[in-house]
């Protein structure tokens, strides 16, 4: 039981690409993601978008408990048809192996059976938490296969876009935000709204990092006739130095997180006139949940393609 528990933990962590997108470019060790971070989360951007819009138009109940008996109860005042985590779950590790197979070298078997494992892990992890029925997550997994097919093909052209445009930034910034403020007409509050606007900022966050890399041209891609890579043998000096960048790279965040979140909370209660005594109450309201939730994740995903990745190169860990 508890050994089950552990690994359901481990599936909620498995269906978030910011961290597993964090914990490859903060350790800096080559890996299937290689320079892909950006194309990865559009990816996920876009599924959970989608995913969280359906469960707001087909607005179907948790199961019910009992019989249900519930492990985890933060995401119980959301819709529960499709599951989001069985998106996630299906749509990272088949993006991450449509998008790094051919360019590094590695057995095709090996990331299908890598993908399938991930996948099963987190869509079943989502009933055994209670937190799903059978049915929300077969259509999950469904629906993210129905988005990777469109989204896939032009994934690339949407990444260039946002690399090269001189104004990407400007759209990306309005168009996440537009999104996040014209999608739901909540009945009550619930989780859905605030966790649509974080993965909104964290994915212009991370897009608008990326076009200052390219402007800079400090995330060139490497010349085709070098593709497939190999992978990066493991010594103790790259563990050694993938461990510290990580350190590193997580304190900033997370400074940058509590920041951020001081300093938008009572600035968006003072500009909308809502008391900030009660700041679980005040974060409950639209105008202030939708500005804390993209200004501060927005920054996060910024500091995690351009600012930590400034600060390895200039104190000698890049």
């Known amino acids: 039981m508890a050994l089950c528990r552990r690994l359901s933990r481990l599936a909620a962590h498995l269906q978030d690409p910011q961290k597993v997108a964090a914990f490859q470019r903060l350790c800096g060790v080559e890996g299937p993601m290689g320079w892909a971070d950006a194309e990865l989360i559009i990816i996920w951007v876009w599924v959970m978008y989608l995913g969280q819009c359906a469960k707001d138009v087909i607005r179907w ?9 519930k492990l985890e109860v933060f ?29 590094w070298q590695y057995p095709l078997m ?8 991930w ?8 009933i055994y938490m209670g937190m799903h029925s059978i049915l929300d997550v077969i259509a999950g997994f469904l629906y993210a296969i129905l988005i990777l097919v469109v989204f896939h093909p032009v994934v690339d052209l949407i ?16 168009l996440h935000l537009a999104l996040g403020i014209f999608s739901f007409t909540l009945d009550t509050w619930s989780t859905s709204r605030g966790d ?8 212009a966050g991370v897009a608008c990092g990326s076009h200052v890399n390219y402007m800079m041209g400090l995330n060139l891609d490497p010349p085709p006739k070098t593709l497939p890579l190999s992978l990066s043998s493991l010594t103790v000096t790259v563990f050694g130095k993938a461990i510290l960048r990580l350190l590193i790279g997580v304190i900033v965040l997370l400074l940058t997180k509590v920041a951020m979140k001081k300093a938008t909370i009572p600035l968006a209660c ?3 006139c809502i008391p900030h005594d009660d700041v679980r109450k005040a974060r409950q309201r639209m105008e202030v949940e939708l500005p804390y939730r993209y200004i501060t994740y927005g920054t996060v995903g910024f500091s995690l393609m351009f600012i930590v990745p400034c600060l390895f190169h200039f104190i000698g860990l890049s």
Request: positive net charge; charged residues 10%.
């Open 75 to 103: 995401y119980n005042t959301e819709y529960s048809m499709p599951s989001t985590h069985a998106m996630s779950g299906t749509a990272i590790p088949l993006a991450l192996l449509l998008l790094s197979y051919g360019r």
């Open 61 to 69: 109940p948790r199961p019910a408990s009992p019989p249900v008996v």
């Open 270 to 272: 003072k500009i909308f």
């Open 110 to 117: 090996f990331g299908l059976i890598l993908a399938f494992c």
């Open 119 to 126: 996948c099963l892990l987190v869509c079943c992890s989502r």
């Open 159 to 174: 990444d260039n876009f946002n690399l090269t445009y001189k104004y990407a930034p400007l759209i990306i910034i309005s």
């Open 196 to 203: 649509t606007a974080q993965i909104l900022g964290c994915g």
